[in-house]
């Protein structure tokens, strides 16, 4: 029996003059615009205990803007943006209600969803997309009643297939218009060429990710210095709110500052997450077990890891993040109970006499190592059913974001510390020496 899979083009968009890219501003503010009105009835009905379903008829308001079919996508998608807060809730995550794209002092996210059969995709010697637009802009700007935007489309797609609803969005770090079609294909090893390899992500607090993967490759993204910043502009918002005066909780350069650090936060999560990916497929890795956070932030981590974890990682973005990501490369996401993997010795399983010292782990069996790689290790092997040889285990690949790219710490000699030169080596009874903090 045939099976069909879900796969992700992403595409850069271009305008193709000046006038087609302050029309399509236009169409995405309208979009976000429209998102917000929607949103703030539905977040007054949830506060003041009303349904948040019942609502007025936006779309009736901003269909001479974006159509009434991009119009009624935009109202679909934050429907299911509240059915996700109220799964989350029942779930028993402490989550908030689905914000706002933006606002009008500080800029709006640009952002809009077309109907799968709106727009049309062609790529090749003239590749474009187009896509529909209002009958107000189209009288604004000239377009004649069958007309629709055309945008020149930058880049192949990986998949091909029958295609689903589209994404399109200004990204403000790169300066670009991009474009997410999600496409349904034949679930064939000849479009995903990979093998049966497994992964494993630790979610941390400094290190943002830990990863093992059963070929023996280990990879550490590492986060002091990011988090560091968005402190740094959490306290700068908590010292600006405090000199706000009586009767205020905001202003246009609080607001600007929270976005900012959004952005930034994001940017990093989507270049991790698409840098990590990629690793994953050239090592034919087709499943990831990430670890559902949700008891253990309660049970088990501090308050400081608390406010990491749920403000600048964004566990559940992340989540969404990634799960998209791979997707698009044919790697399923699994998202798994992790608990006890960061207090468990990944030599012998001691659970009680262990204890945990900045980033090394040490057990009473005489184990040393690095304590979010070796959790990772832990919840691999429980979670795809193998035995890792530590010492078969290939020299962990440390990455560090420079507000651009992931890159890769040197491995040379001269500038490895000691203690990293003795994490390479491994005794015969498996053991590794220690690791100094990263």
Known sequence: MSVVVRRTNTFAVRPLSEQDEQLLRELLDASASLWNELNYERRQNYFDGDSVWDTADYRKQYVGVLGS??????????SEAWRSFFAACEDGED?????????????????????????????????????????DLKDE?????????????????KWDGEQGRLELYFDEIDDTFRAIQPVTVPDSRQDSPLADESA?????????????????????????????????????IARLQSKLQEGRNSSQRIRSLYRKRTRRRDHAQDALVRNLIERLYDEGVDTVYVGDLTDVLV????????????????YRSFIDRLATTAEEYGITVEVRSEAYTTAECPVCGEREKTERDGDVFRCSC????????????????????VNLDVGSMARPVRLKWDDHIWSELSRS???????????????RTGKLASVGAA
Request: negative net charge.
């Open 141 to 157: 700007y000239g377009l004649g009643y069958y007309d629709r935007l055309r945008l020149e489309v930058c880049g192949a797609p």
């Open 200 to 236: 494993a992500l630790d979610v941390g607090a400094n290190n943002l990710v830990a990863c093992t993967t059963t070929t023996g490759q280990q990879y550490l993204y590492e986060g002091r210095d990011l988090f560091a910043r968005f402190r740094e502009t959490t306290e700068e």
């Open 366 to 385: 005489g184990y040393e190592g690095h304590a979010d790689l070796g959790a990772s290790r832990t919840f691999l092997e429980r979670q795809a059913g």
């Open 299 to 314: 049970d088990y981590w501090s308050a400081e890891v608390n406010e990491k974890t749920h403000q600048f990682w964004a």
């Open 95 to 135: 989550t908030a209600p689905p914000g706002y794209w933006g606002n009008e002092e500080a800029s709006r996210e640009l952002r809009t969803y077309i109907r799968n059969d709106s727009y049309t995709i062609e790529t090749g010697e003239r590749s474009r997309l187009e896509i529909p637009v209002g009958q």
């Open 69 to 78: 079919a991009t119009a009624q996508q935009v109202i679909r998608k934050n």
């Open 413 to 427: 000699p001269e500038r490895a510390s000691p203690n990293e030169e003795r994490t390479n080596r491994s005794t």
